[in-house]
């Protein structure tokens, strides 16, 4: 009776034990956000599931042509992760624009000067 009741608590131990693991999701934009990073000079936004990437000025956009879809909710600094809504080089409240039709690439305005950013694709 004892070996019988000795195998059954550390059976159910060892089928616990192996409930209580826990594992970590790590999403790809998480991936690729942390890739990102790792060049402390780039100029980066993440929203909504995307790493966008600044690739250069575009002087024939204007604000009336796109819709603005959010706005940064924190501006990094140093090494911190890149999160949803946040820019690496834009201060909190900075509007973030796109286009009606695309959803690879999104805009900020300094004045009438309008800064293009790509999303970075996967793999």
């Known amino acids: ?19 209580a693991r826990e594992t970590e999701t790590i999403s790809t ?21 995307r790493v966008y990437k600044r690739s250069g000025k575009d002087m024939t956009i204007v604000k009336k042509d796109l819709v603005s879809i959010t706005t940064v909710q924190k501006q990094l600094s140093g090494k911190e992760a890149l999160a949803d809504r946040t ?8 509007k973030l624009y796109q286009s009606k039709n695309s959803t690879g690439e999104l805009y900020v305005f300094q004045g009438t000067v309008a800064f ?6 996967e793999g």
């Open 116 to 121: 293009r950013y790509e999303a970075i694709a």
């Open 1 to 19: 009776m004892k070996k019988q009741l000795i195998f059954i608590l550390l059976s159910s131990i060892c089928l616990t034990a192996g409930c």
């Open 87 to 94: 820019a690496t080089d834009w201060p909190k409240g900075t």
């Open 29 to 49: 934009t998480d991936i690729i956000a942390k890739e990102a990073r790792q060049d402390q000079s780039a100029d980066l936004i993440r929203i909504h599931d």
